[in-house]
C-alpha cells in the first residue's frame, strides 16, 4: 500500500515537510518553504491547509508505483474520501492512459469517521494573493485586477523566478517547492502527469492564511472540460484539475473543512481562451509581449534556472500559443516569438496541429491547450499575411466573445473593490 506518514510546519523557518512511504517500501520528504511573515500564525487554520497539501502533494510519490490501497492515520468523511477519490483517479487519469491503468488500479480513500471538526473563521482576513507564472493568463489577471493592490506568488522548484514577474506593480512572494527527486530515481518506477493545478492552489492558500489573506487568485479561463479519451468510465484529461468542476469541488472543499471565509479561484473563468488571448494583445502585449511564455519544454523543469522566459518553437503549447494570438497580431510580430518563424510552416509541427485541430483522427496533446472547436475558430479568424497549414481545417461556430456565467469570483473582486473604496480602470468596469 502507498502510506501518508506525515507532514510538519516549523514556525522558525517557514518549512513544512510532507513524507510518504511508496507502495514498494522508499520513503519520500519534500519540503516546501514558504515567504515568511511577522503576523501570527493560526495554527487551526494552518493545520487544515497543510492538511489538504499533504494528500495532494502525494500524487507526486504514489504514481511511482500506484495502488488501489491506501493508508491514513487520519480520519476521512464521505466526502473527504470522494473528493480524494477524485483527485487520485480523475487527477491522474492521463498517467494511468499512459500506463495502461484503469480507475480500479488507483486509489481509493475509504471514510473512517461521520463527524470532522466544523471549518474556522477567517473574519479578519483580508487582501488578495494572486498566483503568477509568467504566462498570457496571469499577467492579464494582474494587469485587470491591478487595483486590489494584490502580493504576487511565484511557486519556484528552483529558488528563481521569471524577471518578468519584477515589472508587476506590487510585491512579489515566493514559495520554494524541493520535490525529492534522488529518492523517485531510487524508487525506478513509473512517471506521468500529476494534478499540479491543486498542488499550486494548495500552497497558495497556506501562504495567504500565513499572510491573514483571504483570496488567492489563479488564472484560469473556460478550459480543460473537454477530455482526450475514455477508459471506460474515466474520462482522460491533461487539465482535470483545471476544470470548473475541478474548481467548485475545491473551493466546496476550503469551505466545508478550513473556513467560509477563504476562497480560491480564477476571475477569468468566464472568458475563451480566444478572448483571454484578445484581451492580452490589448492591455498587455505593450509591456509583456515580448517577455511572457507559455512553453513547458524551455521553461519551468525542475531546478532550472527560469529568470528569463522563452519559447522552443516546437511543441504544442508554442504551436496552442500561436493559433490563439494569430487572430490579433500581424504575421511579423507573433513570428518574432518564435525564432522569426511561421508555426504554421514548421514540418515538425504538423502532426500537432492536426492533434490541436482535431484533424484525421489525431489525438488533443497532452498539454493545456484549447479546445479543439475554439482553436478552429482561431485558425479561420488569421490575417491574410498568415500562411496556410498543409491540410484542411473545418469551419468552426464557437463564438469566442460569449462569456460562460460561472465567474463567483468577480462577485468577490467586486465586493473586496466596493470594500477597498478603489476603483476600477474604466476600460476595466
Not at 493560526?42 to 493545520?47: A, F, V, Y
Not at 501562504?207 to 480543460?224: D, K, P, W
Request: proline share 7%; with cysteine; charged share 20%.
Amino acid at each position: 500500500m502507498f502510506r501518508f506518514v506525515g507532514y510538519h510546519f516549523d514556525p522558525a523557518t517557514f518549512r513544512a515537510t510532507f513524507s510518504y512511504q511508496g507502495a514498494d517500501g522508499t520513503d519520500f520528504s519534500e519540503a516546501i518553504d514558504f515567504a515568511k511573515s511577522d503576523l501570527p500564525i493560526n495554527s487551526g487554520l494552518l493545520d487544515r491547509a497543510l492538511f489538504l497539501s499533504f494528500i495532494l502533494i502525494g500524487t507526486s510519490y504514489y504514481k511511482s508505483h500506484p495502488t488501489p490501497t491506501v493508508e491514513l492515520d487520519l480520519p476521512l468523511d464521505e466526502f473527504q474520501a470522494h473528493f480524494f477519490d477524485t483527485v487520485y483517479q480523475e487527477g491522474l487519469s492521463q498517467f494511468a492512459f499512459e500506463n495502461h491503468l484503469t480507475r480500479a488500479d488507483l486509489a481509493h480513500f475509504s471514510a473512517t469517521s461521520n463527524t470532522l471538526p466544523q471549518p474556522l473563521p477567517a473574519t479578519n482576513y483580508h487582501g488578495i494573493l494572486s498566483l503568477q507564472s509568467g504566462g498570457k493568463d496571469s499577467l492579464l489577471t494582474a494587469t485587470l485586477f491591478r487595483d486590489l493592490q494584490p502580493t504576487y506568488l511565484y511557486v519556484s522548484n528552483s529558488g528563481t523566478h521569471p524577471h518578468i514577474l519584477d515589472e508587476l506593480n506590487g510585491p512579489l512572494q515566493t514559495i520554494r517547492r524541493t520535490v525529492d527527486l534522488p529518492n523517485l530515481r531510487k524508487s525506478s518506477g513509473l512517471n506521468g502527469h500529476v494534478p499540479i493545478t491543486y498542488i499550486i492552489q494548495s500552497l497558495a492558500l497556506i501562504q495567504a492564511i500565513l499572510n491573514h489573506q483571504n483570496t488567492a487568485l489563479t488564472s484560469i479561463g473556460r478550459e480543460g472540460n473537454e477530455p482526450h479519451a475514455y477508459i471506460d468510465d474515466l474520462p482522460i484529461n491533461h487539465q482535470w484539475s483545471k476544470t470548473w468542476p475541478a474548481e467548485l469541488a475545491f473551493a466546496e472543499y476550503i469551505h466545508r473543512y478550513i473556513s467560509p471565509d477563504l476562497n480560491v479561484g480564477s476571475p477569468l473563468r468566464g472568458f475563451s481562451e480566444l478572448k483571454i488571448a484578445k484581451l492580452f494583445v490589448e492591455n498587455c502585449w505593450e509591456r509583456y509581449g515580448h517577455l511572457f511564455s507559455s512553453c513547458n519544454v524551455a521553461n519551468y523543469r525542475q531546478n532550472e534556472n527560469n529568470e528569463t522566459l522563452s519559447w522552443c518553437s516546437n511543441c504544442a503549447k508554442c504551436a496552442n500559443t500561436y493559433l490563439l494570438f494569430a487572430p490579433f497580431l500581424p504575421a511579423s510580430t507573433l513570428n518574432d516569438l518564435f525564432a522569426d518563424q511561421s508555426l504554421f510552416e514548421n514540418p515538425r509541427l504538423t502532426d500537432t496541429f492536426k492533434g490541436l485541430l482535431g484533424i484525421d483522427g489525431f489525438m488533443k496533446p497532452f498539454e493545456c491547450v484549447g479546445e479543439i472547436d475554439e482553436l478552429r475558430k482561431a485558425y479561420e479568424m488569421k490575417g491574410p499575411d498568415y500562411p496556410n497549414l498543409p491540410f484542411t481545417v473545418p469551419a468552426s461556430d464557437f463564438d469566442y466573445e460569449k462569456p460562460t456565467p460561472v465567474q463567483p469570483f468577480v462577485e468577490i473582486l467586486l465586493s473586496e473593490l466596493k470594500n477597498s473604496q478603489v476603483k476600477p480602470h474604466p476600460a476595466e468596469d
